[in-house]
T-cell receptor, first 113, second 113 residues
Framework: DGGITQSPKYLFRKEGQNVTLSCEQNLNHDAMYWYRQDPGQGLRLIYYSQIVNDFQKGDIAEGYSVSREKKESFPLTVTSAQKNPTAFYLC????????????FGDGTRLSIL | AQSVTQLDSQVPVFEEAPVELRCNYSSSVSVYLFWYVQYPNQGLQLLLKYLSGSTLVKGINGFEAEFNKSQTSFHLRKPSVHISDTAEYFCAARGDSNYQLIWGAGTKLIIKP
């Protein structure tokens, strides 16, 4: 079945560590997204990518980095510069066709030890 | 400024009762509107979308929404809720770019037995 796979489901980080969240899709979608979700705040866009080797900052990119070396993969690195990384992270993708909806993975919950 | 407003952070309702979850959008956003559902510790799933045509849109799980241009609203309704409808519901609208969505803060639907 086609879909989006995020791993791991739960992730713990020590202070000062970088961690990388995985997102893989087999939907042949061109665009991919990373969102951060905090209680009561909805979804906030971190980064998005429209094509391979290209990505743009979203509303809260500080302290995060991404790469898009393959169409199927869009990993997110939470760096030590992100002072409040505890959150639920969602990856999404969508077709390049106009007004198509975004499809989501099941998320990764990141916590600080 | 472009915005999507969900007027209620929580909506409690008895099982088998009807429910309406409210969503208003700013007139500056595109009228391409979406409702998503998020079950606990999962990603988001598309419920329904309005792109054009009939203002009454039917979605999955018995939900429907009505697009009202004069009131800039896109309220979600279900005539009879079930305990399995317990989830958070997000309204979203396409922004300036075909690639980005503007998200509401979400409404938690709480079903009382």
């Amino acid at each position: 079945d086609g879909g989006i796979t995020q791993s791991p489901k739960y992730l713990f980080r020590k202070e000062g560590q970088n961690v990388t969240l995985s997102c893989e899709q087999n939907l042949n979608h061109d665009a991919m997204y990373w969102y951060r979700q905090d209680p009561g705040q909805g979804l906030r866009l971190i980064y998005y990518s429209q094509i391979v080797n290209d990505f743009q900052k979203g509303d809260i990119a500080e302290g995060y980095s991404v790469s898009r070396e393959k169409k199927e993969s869009f990993p997110l690195t939470v760096t030590s510069a992100q002072k409040n990384p505890t959150a639920f992270y969602l990856c999404a993708s969508r077709s390049d066709r106009v007004n198509q909806p975004q499809h989501f993975g099941d998320g990764t919950r990141l916590s600080i030890l | 400024a472009q915005s999507v407003t969900q007027l209620d952070s929580q909506v409690p309702v008895f099982e088998e009762a009807p429910v309406e979850l409210r969503c208003n959008y700013s007139s500056s956003v595109s009228v391409y509107l979406f409702w998503y559902v998020q079950y606990p510790n999962q990603g988001l799933q598309l419920l329904l979308k309005y792109l054009s045509g009939s203002t009454l849109v039917k979605g999955i799980n018995g939900f429907e929404a009505e697009f009202n241009k004069s009131q800039t609203s896109f309220h979600l309704r279900k005539p009879s809720v079930h305990i399995s409808d317990t989830a958070e519901y997000f309204c979203a609208a396409r922004g300036d770019s075909n690639y980005q969505l503007i998200w509401g803060a979400g409404t938690k639907l709480i079903i009382k037995p």
